[in-house]
Nanobody, 122 residues
Framework: QVQLVESGGGLVQAGGSLRLSCAPS????????MGWFRQAPGKEREFVAA????????SYADSAKGRFTVSRDNAKNTVYLQMNMLKPEDTAVYYC???????????????WGQGTQVTVSS
């Protein structure tokens, strides 16, 4: 079992920025594709961004393009989601996930973190 731990969430005003981090607890995920998802109150979980195991490929939901950037530092065994120009509709619990297969783009994810709350006020 792989344990993923997200951090960096919090309360920000509209137009502000946050950087989320995801790190494993118990083992490395340096060879895994990684994804970020979010779930707002009363809504379905939705895809936000993904990054390949090497960091050479990324993908984004339309809602994230131009504002969010996913990156990784395999030396630190950490994945990041930089979120800029935040809007109230970005308010959600954000989840980190791992795909153990070397396929691009990912079609499924095997492990999930506990989530970190992001709240954007107007």
């Amino acid at each position: 079992q792989v344990q993923l731990v997200e951090s960096g969430g919090g309360l920000v005003q509209a137009g502000g920025s946050l950087r989320l981090s995801c790190a494993p607890s118990g083992r490395t995920f340096s060879t895994y594709n990684m994804g970020w998802f979010r779930q707002a109150p009363g809504k379905e979980r939705e895809f936000v961004a993904a990054i390949s195991w090497s960091g050479g490929s990324t993908s984004y939901a339309d809602s994230a393009k131009g504002r969010f950037t996913v990156s990784r530092d395999n030396a630190k065994n950490t994945v990041y989601l930089q979120m800029n120009m935040l809007k109230p509709e970005d308010t959600a619990v954000y989840y980190c996930s791992a795909d153990i297969r070397k396929r691009w783009p990912p079609r499924a994810y095997d492990y999930w973190g506990q989530g970190t709350q992001v709240t954007v006020s107007s």
